[in-house]
């Protein structure tokens, strides 16, 4: 796979044309494997560590699946790259960041990582545009029984599947939703929201994840509990919220544009003008400008750039991609100005304007 063709495609998860789309950017569930015969990551020794990932890379690159997924040494990538990967959401900070053999095997629409050699020896993912869990499930429910056919994990009777951190044993499965959630947001019901789901054990997170800060009103809502839960009951708690949540965004956007559509407009066509015109630009500022302009769009408020296209500009905008874009590493203050400089072309391309 060559990583210079990233900054030319978008990811399906990016495509902003799956199921309520409009609140719901992408679906995604992972799973945590281990092998039977090696000790965990963090108990391994680099030789063992080596093993793993030649073991792993061999089965998976029998795996039945259409198309064959690539495979990436992750410690052969230059800091730049592994960061592109990193913003591309194809795998973690903490696989990006570790020592020693490590890699991940993509599919070329980027709906597929398996990340070897992270937190536990197999970490599966698989992503969707828009509010699209199930379809999810069923796809890495299908790669882990093709992986279990050729590989013996590490499992208990009595505990399920057992993992580096006691948090994950069980089913080993995570499934979040990526939502926008600017009005919640604005009208000050978002920490409303964030309390009723940490009564009932879902967590709350930003764009990447745990750690990181909710960036442009974007939330990550996933389960925090495995033991004791089958992948069903999981998947139904976290499908008995987002709907509701889903719903509360939408009457908020309404009432705001009821009560306040002068200041409303005002807001995003000044994001709008912003983004078209500024000479320097931070990533923090560009992605609450770029919500703005997404939410613009949403409530048909600006005519003539699409979903995918601020999709795209908010993953396009981050550090590396930036640089990759350019060939060539920038300092922050560089960035700042390349950043603005890609943005006014894009949005001349697009030729939006708000309404």
Not at 230 to 236: D, F, Q
Not at 299 to 304: A, C, G, R, T
Not at 308 to 313: A, G, I, M, S
Not at 328 to 347: F, H, M, V, W
């Amino acid at each position: 796979m060559n990583l210079d063709s990233l900054t030319h495609t978008s990811g399906e998860w990016l495509r902003g044309s799956g199921p309520e789309s409009d609140i719901v950017i992408s679906s995604r569930i992972r799973l945590a494997r281990n092998l039977a015969a090696f000790p965990f990551t963090n108990r391994a020794s680099n030789g063992q560590k080596a093993e793993i990932e030649a073991l792993l890379r061999e089965r998976v690159a029998k795996l039945e699946l259409e198309p064959k997924l690539s495979y990436l040494s992750i410690p052969a990538l230059s800091s730049l790259d592994r960061q592109l990967l990193v913003e591309r959401q194809l795998i973690s900070r903490e696989l990006a960041a570790a020592d020693g053999p490590r890699g991940v095997a993509l599919t070329p629409q980027e709906t597929i990582s398996l990340m070897v050699n992270e937190e536990d020896h197999l970490r599966l993912q698989v992503m969707r545009s828009g509010y699209s869990l199930e379809e999810a499930w069923q796809e890495i429910d299908r790669v882990d029984d093709l992986l279990e056919q050729r590989i013996t994990y590490a499992f208990s009777e009595e505990f399920g599947y057992l993992t580096a951190c006691p948090t994950n044993v069980g089913t080993g499965m995570r499934a979040s939703v990526m939502l926008h959630l600017p009005a919640l947001e604005y009208t000050k019901q978002i920490e409303k929201v964030f309390r009723a789901l940490q009564k009932i054990n879902l967590a709350v997170r930003g764009l990447y994840g745990e750690g990181s800060r909710a960036s442009g009103h974007f939330y990550q809502i996933s389960n925090q509990i495995t033991l004791g839960k089958s992948e069903a009951n999981i998947l139904n708690e976290i499908q008995s919220v987002i709907p509701q949540i889903i719903t509360y965004e939408r009457q908020a956007r309404l009432s705001w544009l009821r009560d306040n559509r002068q200041g409303l407009q005002d807001k995003i066509a000044r994001a709008y003008g912003t983004l078209c015109s500024a000479t320097m630009m931070t990533s923090e500022e560009t992605m609450d400008l770029l919500s703005a302009v997404r939410l613009g769009i949403n409530l048909h408020l600006i005519e003539e750039i699409t979903i995918p296209t601020v999709n795209e500009l908010f993953i396009y905008t981050q550090p590396a991609h930036l640089q990759k874009l350019r060939g060539t590493s920038l300092d922050g203050e560089e960035r700042n100005a390349a950043r603005a400089s890609y943005l006014r072309q894009r949005l001349r391309e697009a030729g939006a304007h708000p309404n």
